[in-house]
């Protein structure tokens, strides 16, 4: 089975930084598109950063460009999300998916695996 595990949510003020990870087991990072999602209370999950599995390319939602940056260690098989400079419209349960679709002005989760999620609260 293949098991995505989020960490490193929490509550932060605005301007701050959190690091968010997510290992994963029985399915090898490096082998399809990976990236993070998140959902703010009554809106849909959107997908705010990936990574191509074609050429290593990472994409990233307006909304965090210049912020968030997105990495991967295959040796551990884990994914990782900075965020920097962070607002409170950052708020959301934030999610990494595997398998995704993943392009520059395109990031969807239509057959992708989920990880559990956790959460990020900014406080102004």
């Known amino acids: 089975d293949v098991q995505l595990q989020a960490s490193g949510g929490g509550l932060v003020q605005d301007g701050g930084s959190l690091r968010l990870s997510c290992s994963a087991s029985g399915f090898t990072i490096d082998s399809d598109n990976i990236g993070w999602f998140r959902q703010a209370p009554g809106k849909e999950r959107e997908g705010i950063s990936c990574i191509s599995v074609s050429d290593g390319s990472t994409y990233y939602a307006d909304s965090v460009k210049g912020r968030f940056t997105i990495s991967s260690d295959n040796a551990n098989n884990t994914m990782y999300l900075q965020m920097n400079s962070l607002k409170p419209e950052d708020t959301a349960v934030y999610y990494c998916?595997?398998?995704?679709?993943?392009?520059?002005?395109?990031?969807?989760?239509?057959?992708?695996?989920w990880g559990q999620g956790t959460q990020v609260t900014v406080s102004s």
């Open positions: 998916a595997a398998r995704i679709l993943c392009y520059s002005d395109y990031i969807r989760g239509l057959f992708a695996f």
